[in-house]
């Protein structure tokens, strides 16, 4: 990635300066607060906003910034054949020194983190000599000259003498790239910490944790972050991959997924309360996906970068069954939904109202003192709440559904509850989910649906049928299959039947988000990304480009086009905050269309900036070539009736400024 570094920065630059050209160019006395003349109507302000699942790596070993895997020795066979509490984590001895490492748990650090390493040096030869055990990270830890890392540990003494420990950062070929020592003299659990400062890049360093003098200590929770994480958050994300979220201004971040959210059976729902706290109370484990989760990227720290990026949090918790692919093969089955035993759902529902009082609660509340004492008092301003994802509706789901929607409506009609109606756009259980949502007045129901590109061409009309009293849509998850220009151009054209329905269709959410290289389960994602650097896809930029360009009145005459012509989409909204209209235009046919916009009534500047994706079909970008599809910015001249040519197989995006 490093050598595409000067021609991405260029662009930017570049981008930046036309954007900034066009925005000076057109500084009028704007801002159109009101109704925008014509025939317009209110749409969500929520419309485009972000999925984050912990899928394909997108959590540990992704967006948290956390670089030792395997911190708290908790991984364990039953994860993972050939995982166990020493994974990832190598015990080796230097000169003739030797001792040994061992796991143990009966005096952990807390009881949600059970396992921790007692390493002992029976003997250390000579000066240098050493007895210690070594992290990979996630296939290696990145560091950069000059950069400083945060490294801490749980320790306590076990022999009779305090223990002297070199912790550093190592090359492959044990090249020392920072070093610190530490001395642990408390026969309790103690943290230590250290700053470890690089003096050269290293794509594949170790951390290293040597004992250099003979002795004996229990070590857990070996941390070590960047000190630049986003926003210099402690327990933080990665700053790149954070900055290209908060870069699509999203309306709302939902998380934590998708089927992590109700788990691999019952015991492997995520439970928010096990991700809240400090990082050594919270309880790890396997993740739906395959693989281990620490649960460091937990509720606080969605919740904080939320509000960090000027996103609404929503939060989807379990509907107290599990996955219905649990324990089997993806998406075959249905029978593996398991349902709690309802003498447990008191506790449960209380779980859910524990959250709407943690994240909006007064600080003198049993749950808002937890968030104040993780240091933030003031209230996260909670307004959503999923309720299950793409369950089977079955009439075990749909009893306890109903116990904690009539529970959270109860205590909490402030909160607005989304419903769920299964995995695909349609059949039994989309139109089970759908009635039952109806039934019990569920005012938002999440759909999903992953398909060809031609489907969404074909049903950019969907929504324009859709009643416009029985509940709004929250398309939860969706994506063409396929990375490749012509599946971006077909969702931006479904996007423009979001916008045209965004009176019904209150959030729509891309999925997934991340996939990191080599730890891929699910094919088709939104950004690549590997331990340094990253791609973005076609369908990223699509969804950049509508998310940061939101309007919120949908313009219903103002473009001149053919109905029947599938291939070419188009949307006009208007932007209330800045005045601006907002058109997007879609061709995804192999020539070239022309549309009309009709700008009568309005006052406008003559200059506008256009924005275009284009090329042909199966393009992609990858990490060789990360730009092979990107968006161009230019400026462009507005007049009252626009005829606007939109070459075969592009987007565009014309913001036009207007003023009274
Ligand atoms: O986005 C990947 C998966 O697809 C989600 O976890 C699940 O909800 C959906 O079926």
Same mark, same amino acid.
């Given at each position: 990635m490093t050598t595409n570094t000067t021609s991405k920065t260029y662009n930017?630059?570049?981008?930046?300066?036309?954007?900034?050209?066009?925005?000076?160019?057109?500084?009028?006395?704007?801002i159109q607060a009101q109704a925008p003349p014509g025939n317009a109507k209110k749409i969500s302000t929520d419309l485009f906003g972000l999925f984050f699942e912990d899928i394909n790596y997108a959590a540990d070993g992704g967006l948290y910034a956390e670089l030792v895997q395997n911190r708290s020795f908790e991984y364990n066979p039953a994860e993972r054949k050939v995982w166990h509490p020493l994974y990832n984590w190598e015990y080796f001895?230097? %000169?003739? $020194?030797? *001792?040994?490492? !061992?796991?143990?748990?009966?005096?952990? #650090?807390?009881? =949600?983190?059970?396992? @921790?390493?007692?390493?002992?040096?029976?003997?250390?030869?000579?000066? %240098?000599? $050493?007895? *210690?055990?070594? !992290?990979?990270?996630?296939?290696?830890? #990145?560091?950069? =000259?000059?950069?400083? @890392?945060?490294?801490?540990?749980?320790?306590?003494?076990?022999?009779?003498?305090?223990?002297?420990?070199?912790?550093?950062?190592?090359?492959?070929?044990?090249?020392?790239?920072a070093e610190?020592?530490?001395?642990?003299?408390?026969?309790?659990?103690?943290?230590?910490?250290?700053?470890?400062?690089?003096?050269?890049?290293?794509?594949?360093?170790?951390?290293?944790?040597?004992?250099?003098s003979k002795g004996k200590t229990a070590l857990d929770v070996v941390s070590l972050f960047p000190e630049h994480t986003f926003k210099k958050r402690a327990n933080g994300m990665r700053a790149d991959l954070a900055q290209l979220l908060a870069d699509m201004k999203p309306a709302f971040i939902r998380f934590p997924g998708g089927c992590l959210v109700h788990g691999?059976?019952?015991?492997?729902?995520?439970?928010?309360?096990?991700?809240?706290?400090?990082?050594?109370?919270?309880?790890?484990?396997?993740?739906?996906?395959?693989?281990?989760?620490?649960?460091?990227?937990?509720?606080?720290?969605?919740f904080q970068f939320c509000e960090d990026i000027g996103a609404k949090p929503l939060p989807v918790l379990p509907a107290a069954v599990s996955c219905q692919n649990s324990g089997g093969t993806w998406r075959i089955g249905g029978t593996g939904q398991r349902a709690l035993p309802l003498e447990e759902m008191q506790e449960?529902?209380?779980?859910?109202?524990?959250?709407?009082?943690?994240?909006?609660?007064?600080?003198?509340?049993?749950?808002?003192?937890?968030?104040?004492?993780?240091?933030?008092?003031?209230?996260?301003?909670?307004?959503?709440?999923?309720?299950?994802?793409?369950?089977?509706?079955?009439?075990?789901?749909?009893?306890?559904?109903?116990?904690i929607n009539d529970a959270v409506k109860a205590k909490h009609p402030e909160i607005t509850v989304i419903g769920t109606s299964g995995p695909f756009h349609s059949g039994e259980d989309f139109d089970k989910g759908w009635s039952f949502a109806k039934s019990q007045q569920v005012q938002v129901v999440d759909e999903h649906y992953y398909v060809q590109p031609e489907w969404f061409i074909s049903n950019q009309y969907r929504y324009d049928k859709y009643p416009r009293n029985a509940g709004n849509v929250y398309l939860g998850e969706y994506a063409s299959w396929g990375n490749q220009l012509k599946n971006a151009l077909a969702e931006a054209a479904f996007m423009t039947g979001l916008e045209r329905n965004g009176d019904v269709v209150q959030l729509a959410s891309y999925a997934p988000l991340f996939?990191?290289?080599?730890?891929?389960?699910?094919?088709?994602?939104?950004?690549?990304?590997?331990?340094?650097?990253?791609?973005?896809?076609?369908?990223?930029?699509?969804?950049?480009?509508?998310?940061?360009?939101?309007?919120?009145?949908?313009?219903?005459?103002?473009?001149?086009?053919?109905?029947?012509?599938?291939?070419?989409?188009?949307?006009?909204?208007?932007?209330?905050?800045?005045?601006?209209?907002?058109?997007?235009?879609?061709?995804t046919s192999n020539e070239k269309k022309t549309i009309t916009a009709d700008l009568s009534?309005?006052?406008?500047?003559?200059?506008?900036?256009?924005?275009?994706?284009?090329?042909?079909?199966?393009?992609?970008?990858?990490?060789?070539?990360?730009?092979?599809?990107?968006?161009?910015?230019?400026?462009?001249?507005?007049?009252?009736?626009?005829?606007?040519?939109v070459p075969a197989m592009s987007f565009i995006l014309i913001r036009i400024n207007t003023y009274k």
């Open positions: 930017k630059v570049t981008s930046i300066l036309i954007i900034l050209t066009a925005e000076i160019l057109l500084c009028l006395p704007m001895t230097t %000169g003739y $020194s030797y *001792g040994k490492v !061992n796991i143990e748990s009966s005096q952990p #650090v807390h009881p =949600n983190n059970p396992h @921790y390493t007692v390493l002992e040096a029976e003997h250390i030869y000579q000066e %240098g000599g $050493s007895v *210690g055990i070594r !992290n990979q990270g996630f296939d290696g830890i #990145v560091v950069r =000259n000059g950069q400083s @890392y945060l490294f801490s540990v749980f320790a306590k003494q076990l022999s009779k003498e305090p223990v002297s420990l070199k912790v550093s950062l190592q090359t492959k070929k044990g090249e020392v790239l610190h020592q530490l001395t642990v003299s408390s026969a309790n659990w103690e943290k230590q910490t250290a700053v470890l400062s690089s003096n050269a890049d290293y794509d594949t360093a170790s951390l290293v944790i040597a004992l250099v691999d059976g019952l015991g492997n729902m995520y439970r928010w309360k096990n991700t809240i706290g400090p990082i050594e109370q919270r309880a790890e484990q396997r993740n739906i996906w395959g693989y281990h989760q620490t649960g460091g990227l937990g509720y606080y720290e969605y449960y529902i209380q779980e859910v109202i524990d959250l709407i009082e943690w994240a909006n609660g007064p600080v003198n509340s049993t749950w808002g003192s937890k968030r104040a004492a993780a240091g933030h008092p003031a209230s996260f301003n909670l307004q959503y709440v999923g309720i299950g994802n793409e369950e089977k509706i079955t009439p075990e789901f749909e009893q306890r559904f109903k116990l996939a990191k290289k080599n730890n891929t389960q699910w094919k088709t994602d939104m950004i690549f990304f590997d331990n340094s650097g990253y791609y973005l896809t076609p369908n990223y930029h699509i969804q950049k480009l509508f998310s940061a360009n939101r309007g919120d009145w949908y313009l219903n005459n103002m473009i001149r086009k053919d109905n029947r012509d599938t291939s070419l989409a188009a949307s006009a909204t208007a932007d209330s905050k800045t005045g601006d209209i907002i058109l997007k235009l879609v061709n009534g309005y006052k406008f500047s003559s200059v506008g900036l256009k924005i275009i994706m284009s090329g042909s079909p199966e393009q992609q970008n990858s990490f060789s070539q990360p730009d092979a599809i990107k968006p161009d910015y230019h400026k462009t001249v507005i007049t009252k009736k626009m005829l606007v040519e």
